[in-house]
């Protein structure tokens, strides 16, 4: 289970800061990842970036600048900050997990990234 916590208002300018607690499977383990979407009323879904198992960080070009990822393993949860906050950045924040399936076909290598457990979201609104 995935369970997304933070506030629900947030003032332009400030950072915005939401945490993801997981249950069921530590965030450690190998081949996994835990990633960030969000979807702005009336448009499709962004995605944001994550955290992987070792601790290694990747975000979407169009919000990098702003963004950055981190983890406490001993209560198995992993935050996602972005700074700078407007009202664009107003959305649905889910938080997910990605199961890498690895498999060896025509002697290569194939990795498969499957996004399998979601969060509900949790509904952010940058408004003074």
């Known amino acids: 289970q995935l369970q997304e916590s933070g506030p629900g208002l947030v003032k332009p300018s400030q950072t915005l800061s939401l945490t993801c607690t997981v249950s069921?499977?530590?965030?450690?383990?190998?081949?996994?990842?835990w990633s960030w979407i969000r979807q702005p009323p009336g448009k499709g879904l962004e995605w944001i970036g994550y955290?992987?198992?070792?601790?290694?960080?990747n975000n979407s070009p169009f919000i990098k600048s702003r963004t950055s990822n981190s983890r406490d393993t001993s209560k198995n949860q992993f935050t996602l900050h972005l700074n700078s906050v407007t009202p664009e950045d107003s959305a649905m924040y889910c938080c997910?997990?990605?199961?890498?399936?690895?498999?060896?076909?025509?002697?290569?290598?194939?990795?498969?990234?499957?996004?399998?457990?979601w969060g509900q979201g949790t509904q952010v609104t940058v408004s003074s």
């Open positions: 955290i992987g198992y070792s601790g290694d960080t």
């Open positions: 997910a997990r990605i199961k890498v399936h690895i498999t060896i076909e025509n002697q290569e290598v194939m990795y498969r990234w499957e996004y399998d457990y």
């Open positions: 069921g499977l530590s965030i450690t383990t190998n081949y996994y990842y």
